[in-house]
């Protein structure tokens, strides 16, 4: 049985919180007759561990899938922008002394570093071609243009990731510290802080008992 060092639920990390309602959730139904706890108290008491594991997965499988597309769209850019650059370099050879050919594709300067402008240089190099497909041959352009889609549509799925809605665990662990503070004060109606079976409803023991002026400040504290 885990050993709670304090009671100020605020601080608590998810873990902890995770462990808490656990055992709260094993223990509720020996203790509610006894302490006298509101019914609603008591399916909050049932259910809150259950509610908290599902939400935590959720955050988990969102995290894990948010880091796979990130590392999807680097890998995809990586192949996507080296393949630019050998396109730009066959066109340079090219057209080395034609200065308007090489601004019309966008070459004639260096690749940018951040993402965006390297998109809009992968971009105008198509543009250009498309106007004239002399430049550059079917293959290329076709292998640089769907390179450039893959890229487009990882990105694309990244921004709809984030745009979707979600419950934050936030406001769930605020609400649940409160029901946990509610349900502390009404064991300390029957029990005082010392007694040991407060934690089997997820509680620090006292190591001596505690007047109530104590008991006040620390909810004070967590509030």
Request: charged letters at 35%; aromatic letters at 10%; one cysteine or more.
């Amino acid at each position: 049985m885990p050993i709670f060092k304090d009671n100020y639920f605020t601080n608590d990390t998810y873990a902890l919180r995770k462990e808490r309602l656990k055992i709260l959730k094993n223990y509720i139904q020996d203790w509610a007759g006894p302490l006298s706890v509101p019914q609603s108290l008591v399916t909050w008491a049932e259910n809150a561990y259950g509610e908290w594991e599902i939400t935590l997965q959720k955050v988990e499988i969102r995290k894990e899938k948010r880091s796979q597309l990130y590392e999807n769209l680097n890998e995809t850019d990586e192949t996507t922008f080296q393949f630019y650059l050998k396109c730009k370099r066959l066109l340079k050879s090219q057209f080395s002394n034609k200065e308007d050919i090489l601004n019309h594709l966008g070459i004639s300067g260096r690749f940018p570093r951040k993402r965006k402008k390297k998109i809009e240089s992968v971009k105008k190099m198509l543009s250009a071609i498309e106007e004239d497909h002399e430049l550059l041959s079917v293959e290329f352009t076709e292998k640089l243009q769907n390179l450039l889609t893959e890229s487009e549509n990882i990105y694309k799925k990244i921004q709809l990731l984030k745009e979707e809605k979600t419950l934050d665990p936030i406001e769930q662990y605020k609400e649940d510290a409160k029901k946990l503070r509610t349900l502390y004060s009404w064991a300390l109606m029957r029990w005082e802080p010392n007694q040991p079976y407060l934690v089997q409803l997820g509680f620090a023991v006292k190591p001596s008992k505690d007047d109530l002026q104590k008991e006040e400040e620390e909810e004070d504290t967590d509030s």
